[in-house]
């Protein structure tokens, strides 16, 4: 069946309930006291890991539809991705407000200090240009501009389990298998990489520079 | 049944303060499951039958008991006056359902939801090595052998939050005395319980977090026989439950929270400085001695403040400066004299 129009509002429903759920058992664990009696490092860890979910899922996105042949799919990525910016938004919330209690001071000695932070930091900047440049005004107006910052998603699959890697005392088996799982949700794309590789390199070698330009430099 | 799990929905309430009659194995099992179903975490997990179910049982009548609580009991004991503390204490619940012990899972619920079936009568607990008679313990012991003191202590954790929490048991000098403490003695060396049939993180990395168990630690023998290091039987005046390490477990306050070795089966005096869990896992963050010291950071994170975890909600936490030595310097301080602390963290 090929999915149609009509069927993209259920679609996109259904993962804003999917998205959205695990905000609310969360809530509901913590109220009932089954995150712990001190839940601040069960509600980071909580968000953290749906923003990596997340991530996993609007990875998933375009080979699902290329591999069963449903295009329409790929509209439901901005949705998928402004989720991973959201469960991000709240892991950075929970960390300054819950673990850091306001004090700015340290926070912002952390982000400099600690390489783990300071990977989950460069994460959240990106992301945040991302969610913004989403609105379809701003993505019109920045053009052919959009997708090469949009690329950098790529980059963020590859430091989000980096930075849960690095932020654990010695449980590492649970990030390392993100890692391998992005990795291979990455190689999917080579094909991708290797025309962002040679549209690069094209930019950049001499040979292609016009004559009037190579001059000046 | 029926009535039972309606009053412990009721005492759960978020908004009903100060009940402290907590039904832990309603909540453990209860927690056990959702977990469980979680699974990987967030997004997909959440909609699979499991889940639901999990979610379904917090408001049904199905939330049944699934294995006995472990089971307290009141001690007997008088207070030290010596070491009581005017800040607030952090509440019972807390204390209990808020641990790291590992052999249980790594989670901070893990441990109360794990390991109410864990079996500490009987018990052995050995001490020998360097020592004129060696000794063991069995569980009866642990409690009748020694006038039991309450101590109320700080506790830092190494991952930068802290909770104050009234101990029962007895100082470390007096039972290593008993062994009688041989002049070739320099160091302590402790051992955890090593039985995966209980300890689930034991059998599985993945649950135990790729610690090499059995749990080891480790004192010199001047801290060991400093006043401060006290052998815990028990919390809030009963016996130790199973999370915060049952039947006795050693608390070292001056110390990151990993030094204060939980469910111990073995007391070693030795010539040569032991070999330490954490230590072994990652010796560039975690030394041998791991006093709590402000000025020396954790490589990936700062020690220079802590969550103090007291009463009240998830905002009421406040953050506070890490003292020197948590606070003890005036009693061990003297003990590190001429050492270089940021050399020997």
């Given amino acids: ?217 | 049944m029926t009535t039972k799990t309606k009053k412990w929905i009721l005492s759960q309430a978020p908004w009903q303060t100060k009940d402290h009659e907590v039904t832990p194995e309603a909540i453990f099992n209860q927690r056990r499951s959702i977990i469980k179903a979680m699974g990987l975490g967030a997004l997909g997990a959440s909609l699979s039958g499991t889940s639901q179910a999990g979610i379904f049982d917090l408001f049904s009548d199905k939330a049944k008991i699934e294995s006995a609580s472990f089971v307290t009991s009141p001690l007997s004991f008088s207070p030290n006056a010596n070491y009581s503390l005017t800040e607030a204490a952090t509440p019972h619940k807390k204390v209990i359902s808020h641990n790291n012990f590992y052999e249980f899972g790594t989670a901070k619920q893990d441990p109360a939801a794990n390991a109410q079936g864990f079996v500490v009568d009987p018990w052995q607990l050995v001490i020998d090595g360097e020592v004129e008679r060696p000794i063991t313990l069995d569980y009866d012991d642990l409690t009748k052998l020694f006038a039991l003191e309450e101590r109320t202590y700080r506790l830092r954790c190494v991952e930068a939050w802290s909770m104050v929490i009234p101990w029962t048991g007895f100082s470390l000098a007096s039972l290593l005395k008993k062994a009688g403490v041989k002049s070739s003695a320099t160091h302590v060396a402790f051992e955890t319980l090593h039985d995966p049939m209980q300890m689930p993180g034991q059998q599985s990395r993945r649950i135990g977090g790729g610690i090499h168990y059995p749990y080891v630690e480790g004192l010199t023998i001047d801290e060991a026989m400093n006043d401060l290091s006290f052998m815990a039987v028990g919390l809030y005046g009963k016996t130790l439950p199973p999370q915060n390490g049952a039947p006795i477990r050693l608390v070292v306050p001056w110390k990151y929270g990993f030094k204060s070795i939980k469910s111990i089966v073995r007391i070693t005096l030795t010539s040569s400085q032991p070999k330490t869990s954490w230590n072994q896992l990652a010796a560039n963050e975690y030394g041998f001695y791991a006093n709590v010291n402000p000025a020396v950071d954790h490589p990936r994170w700062s020690q220079a403040s802590e969550r103090r975890i007291g009463e009240g909600g998830l905002f009421s936490a406040k953050r506070i400066a890490t003292l020197p030595f948590n606070g003890y310097g005036e009693q061990v301080a003297s003990l590190y004299k001429g050492l270089d602390l940021t050399k020997f963290f």
């Fill in chain 1, 1 to 217: 069946m090929r999915l149609m129009t009509k069927h993209l509002v259920w679609i996109k429903l259904l993962f804003h309930i999917i998205a959205l759920s695990p905000i609310f058992i969360l809530i509901m664990l913590v109220l009932s006291e089954q995150a712990g009696g001190d839940p601040v490092q069960y509600i980071i860890h909580y968000t953290g890991m749906g923003a990596l979910n997340s991530l996993v899922a609007v990875l998933l996105i375009s080979p699902i539809a290329k591999r069963f042949k449903q295009g329409l799919l790929m509209q439901t990525r901005r949705l998928v991705g402004l989720y991973v910016f959201g469960y991000a938004t709240l892991h950075l919330m929970a960390f300054i407000s819950l673990d850091l209690l306001f004090e700015w001071s340290l926070f912002i000695e952390e982000v400099i200090k600690r390489p783990y932070i300071i990977v989950g930091a460069v994460s959240f900047f990106v992301l945040t240009l991302l969610a913004i440049s989403s609105f379809s005004l701003i993505r019109r107006k920045m053009a052919k501009r959009w997708q090469p910052l949009h690329n950098f998603i790529y980059l963020i699959a590859m430091l989000v389990p980096i930075h849960f890697y690095w932020s654990v005392k010695s449980e590492i088996i649970e990030p390392s298998i993100y890692i391998g799982l992005m990795l291979a949700l990455l190689s999917l794309r080579l094909s991708t990489f290797k025309k962002m590789f040679q549209r690069f390199s094209t930019i950049v070698k001499p040979s292609n520079i016009p004559p009037s330009r190579a001059k000046k430099i």
